[in-house]
């Protein structure tokens, strides 16, 4: 599966470093919303011993907004934000000495992140760049009978990319970043470390308006549609 | 002691009729105004008329899923802005009225007023003015920080929402902002004004929401640098009083900062300082305050980005210190069709270290696009995200999305973004 992945990003590349030359710039200043398919895929028992109780939850996936900005550039630096909020469906079994009982409801996933990049024209149409950022990561769970499954953390990450304008109209991309809080154990809580692969298009529908895609696939894996505002009116 | 008086004040002033409050500030605003503007020739009236429709899926931004509030309903929204300008005055005048309707939640159903005004007159030294408001509105969108794209100042955007949306009711509240601006020189001005905020609530929310009286006088020292820099020193000092709080609450502050003209279009602001706030026998830690403002504006494109970390006084019945980022962007991509984005994001938290109730994290994000028909015919549609994540104080967060469609007739507009 990954290695399908890589090679669509490989060919991805090659198509981007390839493109005809009388493309627009690739921009950097942008607003952008859009719809959010989230895929979280956890799970995690938590054990009160106390009351001799036990609940499983399998956490599995959702949709909600995406917004991101992007303010740029200044000797080749732009600075970004990114703000990711969905309801995920999480489904539980709740087992103690009155017997066992499932339930169904949504928890809220948020992830938030900032920072500044840097990046290098390989032609008048393709870039590609380098960006660190500070991450957040929130699953609020609210309560399942009284265990807490909640998990929230901050750190850093860091990010590659390249982005192409192969048509005057639209734009090609493919990234991977490293998060610090790209995972979670739901048994303990505790946040770990993962690298996502993202590939993207957009296209622009009128001069300073497109409409996006993107797919991006790690252990939090998501897609979005979205349109984008240039802030540039050039 | 001081709320009693002020409580037995209001008692026997009367509570005024909303169409009284309408006809008083309108008639004062007539008198403050300057004789000439009955013969002005740039007296400009023009009315707007809304019509749309309505959902939501969490209206009252409910923690529990299963207790929900979903609205789907007609709204009118009906205002005249009026407009004068010379060489010395400028004046601004819009009454607003939004109706809504909701379809088997009649309870939800409300009327909300507005009255918004500005007033400057310039002297051969001196410009004095005014901005005052009153709302009389539904606690469910009065409590609830909106993103609202036609806002072109940032410094016009309220800082005093509670969050306590999940109760019906009215809320009144008044906000006169006189100021007083004094040329010392070519390069230096020197400039006082105040900010009045009294706000009422039903008696609906006894218990939950309080009356409050929010006082801030605040004067400036501006000198030019150069023709792109101006450092500005600020000095502020405010008491604020509430039905909850045993005492008023007193603040003294001070900021300095500058305004730099980064090209023809585009300006920058940046002010930072602190403010020291004390109740009765209680002296909080004093807070840094500032703000850094852009402000840009392209044949094109209108857009403003503001962060500001303030002390917000709000019917809460305490201050918080508010750390909030306000975006507007409009695009016009072209004659047909404007694009906008919003947010509205801030973090609260109590003035002193201990976890607050109210301690939260608010973000409201807003799309929207506009398709004029003609110059008079428009069709707009929003939409908007909003999470209110209540997380540290009670473990819990809500969010809701709300769609609107409005139709526009808007026979006298100037066409803008």
Redo the contacts between chains.
Sequence with gaps: MLNSFAKFVAALLLIAASSVTMAQDVRYSW?E?GFLGQDVDRAGTLTDTVINQTVDVAAKNGNG?K?R?SVGTWHNMFAFVE?D?S?IDVDAVVTNSLGSFSAR??F?F?RVSGGVGVRWPLSHKTDIYGAVSYDST?L?F??FAGE?F?A?DKDIGARIGIRSMIRDKLELRASARYSKVGDVDLNTGAMDGDTLFGVGVGYEL????SITGDFESGKFSSWTIG?R?????D | MKHARIEAMKNHLGSPSRPTVLVLLSLAMSVIAPPELAQAQSLRIEPVVKAGGEYDDNATLN?R?DSEVKLKGFLADLRADVTYSSATTSLFLQPRATLRTYSGESSFDSNDFYLRSRFSHKGKSSTIGFRASFDDQTVRTGERAISNLEIDNPDEITNDDSGRVLLSGGRKKWNLAPFWDYRLSKISSVRTDLDYVDAQYENTFAGVLFDYTDVRIRANYRRALSNLQTAIVSVSARNYSSGESPGDVKGYGVMVGFERILSEKMRLNAMIGMEDTQQTAVSFNPEVVGNVTLTRD????R?FAQYRRSVSGSGAGTLAVRDALN?N?R?R??EK?T???G?RAYRSRGTGDSLAFDDRNY?Q?Q?SFLWYLSTSLVVEANYR?T?N?R?AAI???A?SNQVNLWFTYQPRTIPKL
């Design positions: 607003f919303i907004i917004f900005g703000f909020s309801d409801d949504q809220d948020t929130n609020d609210g309560s807490d909640d929230s009128i001069r300073g308006l349109f505002l240039d802030l540039d009116e | 923690i899923t392209l044949e094109t494109i857009m975006i962007f695009r991509l072209n069709i694009a906008g984005l947010v973000v994000l799309s995200y999470v994540d997380s473990g819990e967060r969010n």
